[in-house]
């Protein structure tokens, strides 16, 4: 269970938190909060003392209805926060789907590419594969960020996900990328309805069976604060903390073994409670 990146082995034996910093001026969670170099800067750092284990660095917001941006904006973005925190011993992972981005991250040493899009771009999958460490996140996503929610997957999602997920594994094992270098993410939020992410992480397990590492993605998310609508009126997403840890650990006890958060340090506290029980149920037996 080691997740093989360009500078790192992540053993996955233990669940690993991936904190997000949103170096944008628009994300659905903290849009404009870390948009400036040392404000993504002084947070990430945060993020580390709170107990994360790698950081997800994005340059462009994928929340529902979002506009697409510039390669060359992306990167204006993200590059000075780059050229800094590779020089942290810290895995660092680049949310992006545009290779030329993929391409000058990985350059600069970055470890992941998180790619929403599953490497589908034309030159995604080559710029992984030229990489011959890089460790990849396939995430699946029903149709694009301005339309997802416009017209979502309809009824039970699970086969077509698993389906397209397994696909996306074999063409990139095709391309040269090592089994090792894979995780997997079952695109919460990203074209289903409510119902259809609880589905997923209800029945979580099922997707282990493809044979690569899950990594969940539920902070803050819009399903959660459907569920917490109070009055008729869901919550921000600032105050989907407590729901986000409760999604977290489920996703954990269901066989995830990367979580990518907003509230590190809930998250990291939540885990060690569970890691506890667990250590004192196998005691037991």
């Known amino acids: 269970m080691i997740w093989q990146t360009s500078r790192f082995d992540i053993d996955l034996e233990t669940p690993r938190v991936m904190g997000i910093v949103n170096l944008t001026p628009d994300s659905f969670s903290d849009g404009g909060r870390h948009d400036s170099t040392q404000a993504g800067l002084r947070h990430a750092e945060q993020l580390l003392r709170d107990g994360a284990d790698m950081l997800d660095i994005g340059g462009e917001s994928t929340r529902p209805?979002?506009?697409?941006?510039?390669?060359?904006?992306e990167w204006r973005r993200i590059e000075g926060f780059l050229r800094e925190a590779v020089r942290w011993?810290?895995?660092?992972?680049v949310d992006?789907?545009?290779?030329?981005?993929?391409?000058?991250?990985?350059d600069l040493g970055v470890d992941i590419?998180?790619?929403i899009w599953a490497l589908q771009q034309p030159g995604a999958e080559a710029a992984v594969a030229a990489h011959p460490r890089c460790g990849v996140c396939l995430m699946h996503m029903h149709r694009d960020p301005q339309t997802m929610q416009k017209a979502p997957m309809t009824g039970d999602v699970l086969p077509e996900v698993a389906a397209f997920l397994t696909q996306r594994a074999v063409a990139l094992r095709a391309a040269g990328v090592a089994q090792a270098r894979i995780v997997l993410d079952y695109g919460i939020g990203f074209g289903k309805t409510v119902e259809q992410n609880f589905s997923l992480l209800a029945r979580q397990r099922d997707l282990l069976t493809l044979g690569y590492p899950l990594l969940a993605g539920w902070s803050r998310k819009?399903?959660?604060g459907a569920v917490l609508a109070r009055g008729g009126e869901a919550p921000e997403p600032a105050q989907r903390q407590a729901a986000s840890v409760a999604a977290a650990l489920l996703a954990v006890e269901r066989g995830a073994r990367i979580v990518r958060v907003h509230d590190v340090r809930?998250?990291?506290?939540?885990l060690c409670v569970l890691g506890h029980t667990q250590a004192a149920d196998q005691s037991a037996a």
Not at 66 to 71: N, Q, T
Not at 89 to 93: R, Y
Not at 96 to 106: D, F, G, N, R, S
């Open 65 to 73: 209805g979002s506009p697409a941006v510039p390669a060359d904006e």
């Open 89 to 93: 011993n810290v895995p660092l992972s």
């Open 96 to 106: 992006t789907y545009k290779p030329e981005t993929m391409q000058k991250a990985l």
């Open 113 to 115: 590419v998180n790619d």
């Open 222 to 224: 819009s399903s959660l």
């Open 266 to 270: 809930e998250t990291v506290d939540a």
